[in-house]
């Protein structure tokens, strides 16, 4: 019976990391209906997006008259990125679904992975420090703690 895979990809190096683990590994079948899926958050793409720096110093300096076509720039992006995903996993025999969402990451992800009916979500860990962590929040750990199928985490 083929699973329902979610392989949820911010484009970080640890989601590129997890990429090629998971195709090193075998961990995909040819026979899952896979979903690449990568979440859009204007928040986290504002202060990710122009560093920590930048957000310390405070929103003047951020929030300019180009933002909006800055983020608009990350969002596209963000899509050719996530059919380059789509690409790679075609040359290892996975055929999988892209899948672009506006919102919370961890949210975002509970939500997909409940109307999909999803057997397994895999993300990368991106590791982040403290302050970071503090800040943004771990999706992978909000995910091992709200999700309803299995998860795989990969550093």
Not at 36 to 49: A, P, Y
Not at 100 to 118: F, H, R, T, Y
Not at 119 to 127: E, F, P
């Amino acid at each position: 019976m083929p699973r329902t895979v979610i392989f949820a990809y911010d484009h970080s190096e640890a989601s590129y990391n997890a990429l090629t683990w998971v195709i090193s590994h075998d961990v995909l079948l040819e026979t899952d209906k896979v979903y690449v899926l990568t979440v859009m958050n204007d928040e986290v793409l504002s202060f990710e997006g122009f560093g920590l720096e930048a957000a310390a110093i405070g929103p003047a300096t951020w929030v300019n008259d180009d933002c909006g076509e800055q983020l608009s720039k990350i969002k596209e992006d963000a899509h050719r990125l996530l059919e380059s995903v789509v690409k790679v996993l075609k040359e290892n025999g996975i055929e999988a679904i892209p899948k672009a969402v506006n919102g919370d990451a961890g949210d975002v992800i509970v939500d997909q992975a409940d109307a999909l009916k999803a057997d397994m979500v895999i993300v990368g860990s991106n590791g982040r420090g403290f302050i970071k962590r503090q800040l943004l929040g771990s999706v992978s750990e909000h995910l091992t703690l709200n999700l309803k199928c299995s998860v795989l985490v990969v550093k």
